[in-house]
């Protein structure tokens, strides 16, 4: 069970990361391109958010069990990559929740041209945010598991 877990974890973290990439990409390079987001890039950027939506939840319910899985204790947590490996996930969590709540919200028709806006600013200020995190995330996972690795002396 535990070795099934661990891969769910590296399938769906490197789906993220994919998917993160894609929509990073689609969003920042029109808007610096052009200004605004259309067409093509827009219809991969929407097609990529319906993964990301998918694979948050499933994320945000098998990494803290994979963490406590592999006893990752509270005297590992106090210590170096593990306690800022943490941090950011739920940082990336919390940010990555706001992005799809913006425009899950944004749906609905009694915001008005003013609360569209206003979600829209919101949505790509914790669309950056979740980009931020995850690299840095990545980066730190990979200093925890060398960290790790590391006889203790």
Excluded: C, Y
Aim: hydrophobic share 60%; net charge positive.
């Amino acid at each position: 069970m535990k070795r099934w877990l661990s891969l769910l974890v590296i399938v769906v973290g490197v789906l993220l990361i994919l998917t993160t990439a894609v929509l990073a990409t689609t969003a920042w390079g029109s808007i610096l391109r052009i200004g605004h987001m259309g067409s093509d890039a827009l219809i991969a950027h929407m097609a990529a958010s319906g993964v990301f939506v998918t694979l948050v939840p499933i994320a945000a319910i098998i990494i803290p069990r994979w963490a406590r899985r592999n006893r990752f204790s509270a005297a590992d947590s106090a210590r170096g990559p593990l306690r800022l490996a943490g941090l950011l996930f739920w940082l990336w969590l919390a940010a990555s929740w706001i992005t799809m709540a913006t425009m899950l919200s944004s749906m609905v028709q009694n915001l008005g041209t003013t609360g569209l806006i206003t979600m829209l600013s919101i949505h790509r200020w914790s669309g950056a945010i979740t980009v931020i995190t995850l690299v840095l995330l990545t980066v730190a996972g990979i200093a925890t598991r060398r960290w790790r690795e590391v006889p203790a002396e």
